[in-house]
């Protein structure tokens, strides 16, 4: 388990670290939000999007008829964008986008399409799903996700609005060349309300998908009511679809109060439950949009449910920014009282030190070279220092003072980091060092690696996090150093491709977005951190290891040098699957030598969750 401390003392009989530099990542686990990742979930959706292909393309299910799947919702591109989500690489890339075009190639084989337009679809929707999945990871991952109301303003118009005016002008224009008698208008109005439909209410329960927190939210007891409600108006509008009215306002409310319940994962997994459900529903002759026979009812539905689900999901997202700043806020407080008070205490406990090291230093004077009271003198100052250096983590816990700032390497902090570690490191952990950084110094001093920081507040917060994954890891520490702003979650090198951007972790303090900051993570392969809820970690004083020694303020002093810098230090962690944690730091934009001296205002300290 990880502590809030890096104190605790060698097990016995215990082998030292043993520190490896390579330019590629261990395996580790990947499935958190906008990773749905493994072979067997790329699979699956290979499989369902087989099904739905093939059940679309049955005699008669055109995009032209009524009462059919296709003309209410069109799901193959954002499966295919949930399938390349996973894909970290550009071979995997290539791959996935192959598969999806083998799979939606062979389900058009076995309808009554010739083939070549069957190619021509299959086409368009592996273009739309590889523009749609680049623009999630460029735009959506990088920029935050879309938990935030600008986040949310992005993907619509990125995904529903812009790629589903792109899939439907291609499709209208297929359709209307290979059936004559078609109108382009209306082929095109059908093909992009399916699409954006599927866009809008399917692919963000898949973004927000995440076994662990969905597993926590549909848990939760106050979160029982609002589903129970859901399904609840789900079963009177397929039973009584004649009161049409009145079983729309159920649903409408039902899902608003599960969005403001339960958040943004909750509204979001709901809002696919109760699409599904009512498309089947009406595709079964039955609920309030079956009655429609004049065509409308396909019209009536679509519109429903992007309505409820824009509806819910800005209510989620409302609350859920409205709750991040009531906690920011109250953790500015304690903190800002506990930094009075810790002021205070070190102030008087630093007086004390220096009385006693001024004592210390008059009885050496006083005493003959060589007595036999030097060694507890030297001791006496080693005590004092070690007092100091106690003061000073209370300060940076507690978030008081301020960095003094200088262009800083971080692979140089890393590196004189992971050699301390090494020498106060007593178990048999293999420590991975990943990055640029590892080859051989070849990019040492790459001004892509290089912030304005204090330089002892960066070591101490590295070395603190280092020595918690040590402690924590049953045989492997991986330490990678990245830059935010490329293509493949978040990382512009090529060994940290892969790694998943800070909104993906569980819990996040500090500046929301940087595009081209440093980033320096640390993971393990340990039991993971069982504490609920997840930030008390960052808590000065906290620590989850009961009897180990340590002042508990470890992660505490990572969480005030992250603020301090106006950076952001961020957790992911599952039970049995280990822990990771990032901190990043704005970039020092422009050249020179990582170690040139140039004077900054002090960080001020700034915290958004």
């Known amino acids: 388990m990880h502590g809030n401390s890096i104190d605790a003392g060698p097990p016995a009989r215990a082998r030292p670290a043993r520190i490896t530099r390579t330019a590629r990542a261990a395996p580790r686990r990947d499935d958190r939000a906008f990773a749905p990742g493994g072979a067997l979930n790329a699979a699956g959706l290979l499989l369902l999007l087989f099904y739905a292909n093939h059940l679309l393309s049955r005699p008669g299910a055109c995009t032209s008829?009524?009462?059919?799947?296709?003309?209410?919702?069109?799901?193959?591109?954002?499966?295919?964008?949930?399938?390349?989500?996973?894909?970290?690489?550009?071979?995997?890339?290539?791959?996935?986008?192959?598969?999806?075009?083998?799979t939606l190639l062979a389900a058009g084989s076995l309808d009554w399409v010739p083939w070549h337009v069957d190619a021509l679809f299959a086409a368009v929707n592996v273009v739309e799903a590889i523009a749609g999945a680049w623009l999630a990871r460029r735009y959506l991952i990088a920029g935050g996700g879309v938990?935030?109301?600008?986040?949310?303003?992005?993907?619509?118009?990125?995904?529903?609005?812009?790629?589903?005016a792109m899939h439907a002008t291609l499709a209208a224009a297929i359709l209307s060349v290979w059936m004559n008698d078609r109108e382009w208008l209306s082929e095109w109005s059908r093909a992009y309300?399916?699409?954006?439909?599927?866009?809008?209410?399917?692919?963000?329960?898949?973004?927000?998908?995440?076994?662990?927190?969905?597993?926590?939210?549909?848990?939760?007891?106050?979160?029982?009511?609002?589903?129970?409600?859901?399904?609840?108006?789900?079963?009177?509008?397929?039973?009584w679809g004649y009161q049409a009215e009145v079983a729309r306002a159920l649903l409408a409310l039902s899902l608003s109060w599960a969005a403001l319940e339960g958040g943004l994962v909750l509204a979001s997994q709901l809002n696919a439950l109760s699409a599904i459900a009512l498309i089947a529903m009406t595709l079964g002759g039955r609920g309030p949009y079956a009655w429609h026979h004049d065509g409308h009812g396909v019209w009536a539905l679509q519109v429903d449910l992007i309505g409820v689900a824009i509806l819910?999901?800005?209510?989620?997202?409302?609350?859920?920014?409205?709750?991040?700043?009531?906690?920011?806020?109250?953790?500015?407080?304690?903190?800002?009282?506990?930094?009075?008070?810790?002021?205070?205490?070190?102030?008087?406990f630093s007086n004390v030190l220096t009385t006693i090291d001024c004592h210390a230093e008059y009885a050496s004077e006083r005493l003959a070279s060589g007595a036999r009271a030097d060694d507890s003198i030297d001791e006496i100052h080693r005590a004092v220092e070690r007092g100091r250096d106690l003061a000073a983590q209370i300060l940076l816990a507690a978030r008081r003072g301020e960095p003094v700032l200088t262009r800083v390497s971080v692979d140089e902090v890393v590196d004189e980091a992971l050699a301390a570690t090494r020498a106060a490191a007593w178990r048999g952990v293999e420590i991975v060092r990943c990055g640029d950084g590892a080859r051989d110094g070849a990019r040492r001093g790459d001004v892509r690696h290089v912030v304005f920081a204090d330089r002892s507040q960066l070591a101490r917060a590295v070395m603190n996090l280092v020595g918690n994954a040590v402690r924590a890891a049953r045989a492997t520490v991986v330490v990678r150093v990245g830059v935010n702003g490329g293509v493949n979650g978040g990382a512009s090198d090529g060994?940290?491709?892969?790694?998943?951007?800070?909104?993906?972790?569980d819990?996040?303090?500090?500046?929301?977005?940087?595009?081209?900051?440093?980033?320096?993570?640390?993971?393990?392969?340990?039991?993971?951190?069982?504490?609920?809820?997840?930030?008390?970690?960052?808590?000065?004083?906290?620590?989850?290891?009961?009897?180990?020694?340590?002042?508990?303020?470890?992660?505490?002093?990572?969480?005030?040098?992250?603020?301090?810098?106006?950076?952001?230090?961020?957790?992911?962690?599952?039970?049995g699957a280990g822990s990771c944690f990032r901190l990043t730091?704005?970039?020092?934009?422009?050249?020179?030598?990582?170690?040139?001296?140039?004077?900054?205002?002090?960080?001020?300290?700034?915290?958004r969750t």
């Open 585 to 607: 730091l704005p970039a020092a934009w422009g050249t020179g030598a990582p170690d040139a001296m140039d004077a900054g205002a002090p960080g001020a300290v700034q915290e």
């Open 193 to 239: 309300a399916a699409n954006a439909l599927a866009l809008l209410v399917l692919l963000p329960a898949l973004l927000t998908w995440n076994a662990r927190a969905c597993g926590a939210t549909w848990s939760r007891s106050r979160n029982q009511l609002p589903v129970l409600a859901t399904f609840g108006s789900l079963c009177f509008a397929s039973i």
């Open 507 to 575: 819990v996040a303090i500090g500046e929301a977005s940087m595009p081209g900051g440093v980033w320096i993570e640390v993971s393990d392969d340990g039991e993971g951190i069982d504490v609920e809820p997840l930030d008390r970690i960052f808590e000065p004083f906290y620590s989850n290891r009961s009897g180990a020694p340590g002042t508990g303020l470890g992660l505490a002093i990572v969480a005030g040098a992250a603020l301090a810098h106006r950076g952001q230090i961020a957790v992911a962690t599952d039970r």
């Open 312 to 348: 819910s999901m800005c209510i989620a997202i409302a609350t859920g920014e409205r709750r991040r700043l009531a906690r920011q806020i109250e953790r500015s407080r304690r903190f800002e009282s506990l930094g009075f008070f810790a002021g205070g205490i070190v102030h008087d």
């Open 495 to 505: 060994a940290s491709r892969g790694a998943p951007a800070a909104r993906a972790f």
């Open 65 to 102: 008829l009524n009462h059919t799947l296709s003309a209410v919702v069109w799901p193959a591109p954002v499966l295919g964008i949930a399938l390349l989500l996973h894909c970290r690489r550009p071979l995997a890339w290539w791959l996935g986008a192959g598969s999806l075009f083998a």
């Open 147 to 164: 938990d935030t109301l600008r986040g949310f303003a992005m993907f619509v118009l990125l995904l529903p609005l812009g790629m589903a």
